[in-house]
């Protein structure tokens, strides 16, 4: 049993799973096709509404869902679903995964975004959990800048709010085409554009402008970890943090701009260059 539930967690954030992982993930009712959907769950609907029931800033102690009956024999809801420790484990991984509850174990908290050091814990600690917590609220407006930031509609923030894992994707797409689109124009910029035997910047220009760039990238890798709405639940970056980054993207498309026209009249630079001497 402690292996096939080590092997569920995992199989949560796993594409594709194994067939154990699978098994055992439908037999639970989390799994909708190939979605994880822990609200159809009963065992992971019991632990929700029981974490839901507390106040804000409260938590979810282990023993106010998990029941001991004697000496090391413990139960979720002994009288109805009888689900020993080890499967508890795996609902409650699911509910994280989902950017329904933060997990907490001694030493270690856990949540959306570090699903992989999840998998990777022994069951036994995960077993011995602590507490469960609400996450925090959705940062809609942090959401809506920084899709206006990468030139998308900022009413996908919303949606994503609602679970739909669309909006996600054209955040990613938008973000690894931003991240090429950078790096190109950064090694462009440091290169040099020159144009009638001069450099278009100077060396203090290259080097304000390419750590303006260089951050930015850094900032848009960073967002590659939210990808699904459980995981972007976890973004918390103010919106003026956010608007920083516009001066990246309008240096961005000078660079570009620059470049397309230095290629586009580089012919008869040339040409009159050599006519000078």
Known sequence: AIQAAQE?????????RTKQASAILDALGLLDGD?????????????????????????????????????????????????????VAVLTASLVYNGDAVLSIPGAKFDATNLAALATTPLSELVAL??????????VSGLKALYELLGLAPGLAVQVTQ??????????????????????????????LP??????????????????MRRCKEFLEGLQAYNTPGKIKNFHLA???????????????????????????GQLTNYLSQAET
């Open 8 to 16: 569920a967690i995992r199989g949560l954030s796993q594409s594709p």
């Open 35 to 87: 979605r994880v959907v822990p609200s159809q769950s009963p065992g992971a609907k019991f632990i929700f509404d029981k974490l839901e029931a507390k106040g804000q800033g409260q938590v979810l102690n282990r023993a106010e869902f998990i029941t001991t009956i004697e000496r090391d024999l413990d139960y979720m809801a002994p009288a109805t679903l009888r689900l020993e420790p080890c499967w």
């Open 130 to 139: 602590k507490h469960l917590e609400k996450p925090k609220d959705w940062n």
């Open 163 to 192: 679970g739909d894992p669309a909006p996600v994707q054209q955040l990613q797409k938008s973000v690894s085409e931003r991240v090429e689109k950078l790096v190109l124009a950064r090694q462009q910029l440091l290169n040099g």
């Open 195 to 212: 144009f009638w035997g001069q450099s278009l910047y100077s060396e203090a220009e290259v080097a304000q402008i390419g750590d303006t």
């Open 239 to 265: 919106t003026p943090e956010i608007a920083s980054h516009k001066a990246a993207f309008q240096r961005l498309a000078e660079i570009e701009a620059m470049e397309r026209f230095v290629r586009d009249v």
